[in-house]
């Protein structure tokens, strides 16, 4: 497993836009396909979108599509999904995952990844 820090997470008002990154302190997470999931209050965690260890492919929630943008600098070992056009509803504390194997495509089940951050707060005023 490694050892996964979100950070970016904060409060802005509707229409506007955050960006979160996901950093490793130790290993590198460059052989594995990694996601960013949320958790809102009373509600169970769920997929926002992941990227496949190389960076080639991608895949979004529903919910986020057109809004939300996940990426990775490999030289940089980091993670980062772009929010923007955010609303009420993405109110929650986003997580970052990495794959429990290298080199496999972006995926969308909790159960594939092993290794979690701490979570960073996202709050969307109205």
């Known amino acids: 497993q490694v050892q996964l820090v979100e950070s970016g997470g904060g409060l802005v008002q509707a229409g506007g836009s955050l960006r979160l990154s996901c950093a490793t302190s130790g290993r590198t997470i460059n052989s594995y396909a990694m996601g960013w999931f949320r958790q809102a209050p009373g509600k169970e965690r769920e997929f926002v979108a992941a990227i496949s260890w190389s960076g080639g492919s991608t895949n979004y929630a529903d919910s986020v599509k057109g809004r939300f943008t996940i990426s990775r600098d490999k030289a940089k070992n980091t993670v980062s999904l772009q929010m923007n056009s955010l609303k009420p509803e993405d109110t929650a504390v986003y997580y970052c995952?990495?794959?429990?194997?290298?080199?496999?495509?972006?995926?969308?089940?909790?159960?594939?990844?092993?290794?979690w951050g701490q979570g960073t707060q996202v709050t969307v005023s109205s």
């Open positions: 995952a990495a794959d429990r194997e290298r080199f496999r495509s972006a995926r969308s089940d909790m159960s594939d990844f092993a290794s």
